[in-house]
């Protein structure tokens, strides 16, 4: 059986705890079943920057006449945002390249399954399944995937993620109306990057406010931005069920406190009502 001196699941945060081990001559295993580079890579804080920057441009000409500046209205070149976008993702590629090419190192591509207290067997994407491998020190970062909420009917109506949104189901252009189930820093980002665009933006927040993990001043000043760029902002609601409804996707939203149910209808729903950790795909 392969001995690894270290082995190391997940190649977000790490990579860099893999790096200190190769330049002390550590024999290390990586392994990881997305690709390379990690969430913040590839589908989380470089690509939704790309995507920001752009809605930042956009707000910034609109409020322009505030200092005597005025601009007409901008024309978006959605695949361009899109091109420059999916070239800051492309650099999992050289990662993985990189990677291949290391001496001491075995790159493991699949998911990583505890066969025993030090012992470790993958689930290949190329080669199936792989022999146990030991180690005589784990380091588990395996990251962490989009919480589905249980939502009565969703999995019918369909809906998206940030792993499909940066992946198969990126929208050709921008949607004409987007749901988004969340109202923290990933769904306040969405709402920001689309409506800019002209979307229709309907965020849906469990709690009494938006960004509930900041301080109350926070969660007011946003929302009032949120609804001068004319987003809807439902707070202390419960996406409950869904149904298709004249082509459109249709939340049934309930209030936390009681009251009149509400709905929501759009052409996609975007979950960012959190996310769960990836540690039980590795049956520990």
């Known amino acids: ?130 022999e146990p491998f030991s180690g005589r020190m784990f380091v588990l970062a395996p990251g962490a995937r989009t919480l589905v909420p249980p939502i009565q009917g969703l999995a019918t109506v369909g809906f998206i993620t940030s792993e499909s949104f940066f992946g198969p189901r990126f929208p050709e252009k921008p949607w004409e109306s987007l749901t988004i189930v969340g109202g923290g820093a990933i769904g306040l980002e969405f709402a920001h990057i689309f409506s800019a665009q002209g979307t229709r933006v309907t965020i849906v927040e469990m709690a009494s406010r938006l960004a509930p993990l900041e301080e109350p001043e926070v969660s007011v000043m946003l929302e009032e931005q949120m609804r001068v760029h004319g987003i809807r902002v439902l707070t202390g609601y419960k996406a409950v069920s869904a149904k298709l409804e004249q082509g459109l996707k249709t939340l049934v939203l309930e209030p936390i406190g009681g009251g009149a149910a509400e709905s929501a209808a759009s052409e996609e729903i975007l979950l960012a009502a959190g996310v769960r950790s990836n540690a039980d795909l590795l049956q520990v």
């Open 1 to 130: 059986m392969e001995t690894y001196d270290l082995v190391i699941v997940g190649s977000g945060s790490g990579l860099m705890v893999l790096e200190a081990a190769l330049e002390q001559g550590l024999s290390c295993a990586l392994v990881e079943k997305d690709p390379l580079g990690g969430t913040c890579l590839n589908r989380g804080c470089i690509p939704s920057k790309v995507l920001v920057y752009p809605a930042d441009v956009i707000r910034e000409a609109e409020h322009a006449d505030r200092i005597g500046v005025r601009f007409a209205p901008p024309e978006v070149d959605w695949p361009t945002i899109a091109k420059r976008m999916w070239t800051y993702i492309g650099a999992n590629k050289q990662i993985e390249a990189s990677l291949n090419k290391a001496e001491h190192l075995a790159l493991y591509r699949g998911t990583g399954v505890f066969t025993g207290p030090d012992t470790m067997q993958v689930a290949d994407e190329r080669n199936g399944l792989t």
